[in-house]
């Protein structure tokens, strides 16, 4: 508080700051849920055409191509028969993998898929993907957009159930989050899991018999290589753990193959947020006063001593590796430090097939 009053220190501009990654909520005594209140704020706004103008061109992208990025579906396409991915067909196929708009388009992203597709072969898991996808809404939905929102999310529902699938895998926390609970307003609930909890109970243990996402399978390649261990550092995405609660997976897996994890400060349920969320992923460094939040969380990763930082989420990832080439441009400490996907992680340490 200071001499220019409440009005002059909440402005328009301070309520597209907030990233939804839920601390807020997470850490108030007395249960206060601000986020409805927040986005419908930005709602407001967004009805009146006050959006900034990188959410206008985001939102440009979703109601042109159906994906934040603006590219064509064609890109998804190449990349799909690259990695050799059937449609799904409920007949053949147990799993419907979500690749979302980074899976889809996100040229580093689509490293991780095609470990998660390599895991999921050598674990003998029938999977495929739909013939097109649209993104899941979560940037429209967290920016106040309804309109886009319920537009993409009626649309994909209509070809999720067109598909039969029951049983939908993926790598992105945001489309967990939206698919699995958001949906269920329009009366849309199915099992949605993200491959960090689906692949820690795929490889636990010596069970054998058909895979369920409520229980555990193995078969084929699930043993670790015998690589020597690593000190890691395991950055929890916010929509991972504060809001799907799944941190015990991530790490069970890491040390299951091979990893010593070192924890960062904020970890785990309340995790320090890459800064992603809420839109925040297409401002500019000028939209944000003060310290940017993907530098400070590369900061607290980086002082774990830990040479490997291994992430779940793709747009923690983008934050992260955008924080760290910011500080090596800056001259200052960044060390040699790699970002690794959960999934790539695993797959490098996992026993080849056959």
């Not at 649209?134 to 309804?146: I, L, M, S, V, Y």
């Not at 070809?159 to 939908?168: E, P």
């Not at 785990?268 to 500019?284: H, Q």
């Amino acid at each position: 508080m200071n001499d220019t009053g409440p009005a002059e220190l909440y402005t328009e501009k301070v309520l597209w700051q907030c990233t939804t990654c839920g601390a807020c909520e997470n850490q108030c005594p007395v249960g206060i849920e601000h986020l409805p209140l927040l986005i419908g704020a930005r709602r407001g706004l967004v009805s009146n055409g006050d959006a900034p103008d990188y959410l206008g061109a985001m939102y440009n992208n979703l109601e042109r191509r159906s994906n934040i990025w603006g590219l064509g579906y064609d890109q998804r396409q190449k990349f799909v028969q690259a990695v050799a991915v059937e449609t799904f067909d409920p007949a053949k196929h147990e799993y419907l993998v979500w690749l979302g708009c980074a899976g889809s388009f996100e040229a580093d992203y689509q490293k991780s898929l095609r470990s998660l597709f390599d895991i999921l072969r050598k674990k003998k898991v029938s999977f495929g993907v739909l013939a097109k996808e649209k993104c899941n809404g979560d940037p429209a939905k967290r920016t106040g957009n309804e309109y886009i929102f319920q537009e993409l999310a009626t649309q994909n529902i209509e070809d999720l159930r067109a598909s039969k699938a029951v049983k939908i895998l993926t790598s992105c926390p945001h489309c967990v989050k939206t698919i699995g609970f958001d949906y269920k307003r329009f009366g849309y609930d199915v099992e949605v899991v993200h491959s960090a909890d689906f692949v820690a109970r795929l490889t636990r243990g010596s069970a054998t018999g058909s895979a369920s996402l409520s229980g555990e399978r193995s078969g084929g390649a699930s043993e670790p290589s015998g690589t020597a261990r690593e000190r890691v550092t395991f950055h929890d995405p916010c929509y991972l753990g504060r809001y799907a609660g799944k941190v015990d997976e991530p790490r069970e897996l890491l040390e299951r193959f091979g990893a010593d994890v070192k924890e960062p400060v904020r970890n785990r349920e309340n995790p320090y947020c890459c800064g992603a969320g809420g839109g925040l992923l297409f401002a500019d460094k000028e939209e944000e006063p003060g310290s940017r939040i993907s530098d400070v969380r590369f900061r607290q990763l980086r002082e774990t001593g830990a040479t490997t930082v291994v992430t779940a989420c793709p747009f923690c990832s983008i934050m992260l590796k955008g924080a760290s080439a910011s500080a090596g441009a800056a001259g200052g400490p960044v060390g040699d430090i790699q970002f690794v996907d959960l999934m790539t992680y695993v797959n490098g340490r996992m026993q080849p097939l056959g």
